[in-house]
């Protein structure tokens, strides 16, 4: 795989030691790798916050604003 595409995929974090290492525990004790932990943790951070926006019902469809 070129470098391009494998580095798209990449996103750098800057995580304070003392989080980094809870992270590390936490993953663990869930069973999974860090990377799973954060993405599951993003996911759910994303749909509390598309939960809280408001809906716009005027039309056929609701749509999130």
């Given amino acids: 795989m070129p470098d391009s595409k494998k ?6 974090l800057r995580l304070p030691l003392t ?7 936490l993953a663990r004790d869930e ?12 996911a759910e951070k994303i749909i509390r916050f598309d939960m809280q926006q408001p809906v716009d019902c005027d ?3 609701c749509q999130r604003e």
């Fill in 7 to 12: 580095n798209a995929n990449c996103f750098p």
């Fill in 59 to 61: 039309t056929s469809e």
């Fill in 19 to 25: 989080m980094r290492a809870e992270l590390r525990i």
């Fill in 31 to 42: 069973g999974i790798s860090v990377n799973q932990f954060i993405v599951m943790a993003v």
